[in-house]
T-cell receptor
Framework: KQEVTQIPAALSVPEGENLVLNCSFT??????LQWFRQDPGKGLTSLLL?????REQTSGRLNASLDKSSGRSTLYIAASQPGDSATYLC??????????????FGGGTRVLVKP | GEEVAQTPKHLVRGEGQKAKLYCAPI?????VFWYQQVLKNEFKFLIS????????ETGMPKERFSAKCLPNSPCSLEIQATKLEDSAVYFC?????????????FGPGTRLTVL
């Protein structure tokens, strides 16, 4: 059974510092991995999707890496801003057909960027 | 539409009452997913559809939960005889296809409170 872990559960950094968010998963048989952002009381905003054949994806200040063999992904947010304060979740989509198309989520990392 | 739409935003029900939630996927997306978010960030997969057909229902509590995606109508998730533990935010997501590059896009969620 796939398990996804995000450590730390919470992170507080001063504005301008780079953010490093970690995601680990137990089963490397994945189609892809998605990083999401969730603001309090809101839905999920998809940030980046990395396909299993890729090693990284970039969008603006965001860069996500994927090391499938070790079951790890890292989301880097450069030059953090107070507006980056949110909960960040990673989710994997299994390759196993029997598991369907559903995402398995990590518990999230709650980020606070202090001005 | 360009976004996944969910109604209502909030729903309050007394224990034992019925609750019905609605989801309109992004136009052109063939797959619809329902997830339940309880206890902060814990996401649980409920059910997925490929067009109007159930694709994966392994997460559905069979006794009280049902879901449909009918042509030319919003998808729905219905809970008969709600219980206190059904209190959660229910998210709907859609994706265009099953390809490895296909993201799941999430709606804003429906917060169900069972009193």
């Amino acid at each position: 059974k796939q398990e996804v872990t995000q450590i730390p559960a919470a992170l507080s950094v001063p504005e301008g510092e780079n953010l490093v968010l970690n995601c680990s998963f137990t089963d490397s048989a994945i189609y892809n991995l998605q990083w999401f952002r969730q603001d309090p009381g809101k839905g999920l905003t998809s940030l980046l999707l990395i396909q299993s054949s890729q090693r990284e994806q970039t969008s603006g200040r965001l860069n996500a890496s994927l090391d499938k063999s070790s079951g790890r992904s890292t989301l880097y947010i450069a030059a953090s801003q107070p507006g980056d304060s949110a909960t960040y979740l990673c989710a994997v989509r299994p390759r196993i057909k029997a598991a369907g198309n559903k995402l398995t989520f990590g518990g999230g990392t709650r980020v606070l960027v202090k001005p | 539409g360009e976004e996944v739409a969910q109604t209502p935003k909030h729903l309050v029900r007394g224990e034992g009452q019925k609750a019905k939630l609605y989801c309109a996927p992004i136009k052109g997306h063939s797959y619809v997913f329902w997830y339940q978010q309880v206890l902060k960030n814990e996401f649980k997969f409920l059910i997925s559809f490929q067009n109007e057909n159930v694709f994966d229902e392994t997460g559905m509590p069979k006794e009280r939960f049902s879901a449909k995606c009918l042509p030319n109508s919003p998808c729905s998730l219905e809970i008969q005889a709600t219980k206190l533990e059904d209190s959660a935010v229910y998210f709907c997501a859609s994706s265009q296809s099953m390809g490895t590059h296909n993201e799941q896009f999430f709606g804003p969620g429906t917060r169900l409170t069972v009193l």
